[in-house]
Every structure is written in C-alpha cells, then in structure tokens.
C-alpha cells in the first residue's frame, strides 16, 4: 500500500499550487483520502479530505474557498488545488488514507491508516 504525494515547491504569496497524490491500490475506491500539513514547530494540521466513492469533501476553516480537494478515479489520484497562497500555508504537507466512514473524523490524524511522504510547499511574502 502506498501513497505518493507530489507537487510542492516553492511560490509567492498570491500564487497556487496544486499537489498530488497517487494511490497504489484498487481497494482504496472504498476509503477516504486527506491531506495534513506540518508547519516547523506546529503540530500536523488537517488540511482537506474526500471519500474516494462519492467525492464528498471536507475543508478547514482556514482553506475554504482557497482550496479545492479532487479525485481522478482513472488515474488513482487526488488532487489538492491551492489557490491565493498565504505564507501561513508554508508546511511539508501529506496525503493519508483511511476507511473511516465518519465524515466527522475525516479531520483526525488517527482515522487515517495509510500516509505518504511529505512534499514541502513554501509561501514567501
């Protein structure tokens, strides 16, 4: 099992980015898919999430409307669009997986079984 999380660099405030992330198995079609970030010095955050079945998502409150969370299906990918960057978006962020089907639990670090490397995103003012 395994997740591949690709697209960070660098960008200027204002700017967008979109990561990537591919999953390496079939039986994920029943799981939901998250992206956290890890600022230095902070705690892992969560950043989006969305059930790979029916393509309902979730944000956080300091990303709605900034951020769009996709699945591809064909291509076993979910995308993270990150648009109008701020330097507070700067982090290694990560894509996850779980089976959780409690859309209220999307948002926690231990509903997710499954995580890939991290890309880092830097925002510069």
């Known amino acids: 099992v395994q997740l591949q999380a690709s697209g960070g660099g660098p960008v200027q405030a204002g700017g967008s980015l979109r990561l990537s992330c591919v999953h390496s198995?079939?039986?994920?079609?029943?799981?939901?898919v998250g992206w956290f970030r890890q600022a230095p010095g902070k705690e892992r955050e969560f950043v989006a999430a969305?059930?790979?079945?029916?393509?309902?998502?979730a944000y956080a409150d300091s990303v709605k409307g900034r951020f769009t969370i996709s699945r591809d299906t064909a291509k076993n990918t979910v995308n993270l669009q990150m648009n109008n960057l701020e330097p507070e978006d700067t982090a290694v962020y990560y894509c996850?997986?779980?089976?959780?089907?409690?859309?209220?639990?999307?948002?926690?670090?231990?509903?997710?079984?499954?995580w890939g490397q991290g890309t880092l995103v830097t925002v510069s003012s």
């Open positions: 198995e079939r039986t994920f079609m029943r799981m939901v």
């Open positions: 996850a997986a779980g089976s959780t089907l409690i859309r209220s639990s999307w948002s926690k670090s231990p509903a997710y079984d499954y």
């Open positions: 969305i059930n790979l079945s029916g393509g309902i998502t």
